[in-house]
């Protein structure tokens, strides 16, 4: 089994950083979606160029979405064919129109 790579202190902070700072973006976007704040088709827009936001897991984020559990997320991505595990970035043009319908 492969070992861990070796950081100095240094590294290990910035890297720790870096994830609390994802997590930060990520669950500030989860929340403007709940609140109705922001919209699905402004997120597509946004996680196109930010890094942080098309690492998004696309079951989180329709969970999110007002009127939206995890069991309705998880059946809308199984009639759209989105895999459970796809994030933001992976989404086909067809995958984010048959989203945007469903939300609009």
Known sequence: MAQPPQLT???RAA???????ARR??????EL????SLRLSE??????????LAGLKVERVLAAMPGTGKIKA??????VG?????R????GDKQKEALLAEFS
């Open 88 to 91: 933001i970035r992976g989404l």
């Open 15 to 21: 890297a720790l950083a870096k994830a609390a700072e």
């Open 25 to 30: 973006v990520r669950a500030e976007a989860k």
């Open 33 to 36: 979606l709940k609140t109705g």
């Open 74 to 79: 998880k059946r809308l991505m199984e009639s």
């Open 82 to 86: 989105i895999a459970e595990n796809r």
């Open 43 to 52: 997120l597509f827009e946004k996680a196109d160029s930010d890094e942080l």
């Open 9 to 11: 202190d240094e590294q």
